[in-house]
């Protein structure tokens, strides 16, 4: 296997209905309150995680919760899996404070979240 053996999940991002709810109940399962809270994104830091909410499942359309592996290359990584079977969902693509974040999916059908801080 080739690659980094430093990545691991840090980011999960699970899609919301109501934003609001959502926030109260995550607010209350982790005991902090949100480090990012907008209208189109709530982001909480709890032990090195960090979980988002994304009302509507935001524009790539989340409809479950998507784990994200933090890789040193994310365009390196993306052809390693591409090339052992997955399929790109969402392209890599920046989203903003040095970020770049894609996502594949696995021979089943599961999204597979990869993110690149720079």
């Not at 840090?10 to 902090?32: E, I, N, Q």
Request: glycine share 14%; net charge negative.
């Amino acid at each position: 296997m080739t690659g980094s053996s430093s990545q691991e999940i840090k980011t999960v991002l699970h899609p919301v209905s109501d934003l609001a709810k959502a926030k109260a109940v995550y607010a209350a399962l982790l005991g902090v309150a949100p480090q990012t809270d907008s209208s189109y994104y709530v982001g909480f830091e709890v032990g090195g995680q960090h979980i988002g909410l994304v009302p509507g499942g935001g524009p790539q359309g989340m409809t479950s919760p998507v784990a994200y592996w933090h890789v040193p290359d994310i365009e390196a990584k993306l052809a390693e899996v591409i090339a052992a079977g997955a399929t790109v969902k969402e392209a890599a693509h920046d989203v903003g404070g040095g970020r770049r974040v894609a996502t594949v999916t696995d021979p089943d059908g599961n999204v597979l979240g990869l993110l690149q801080d720079r």
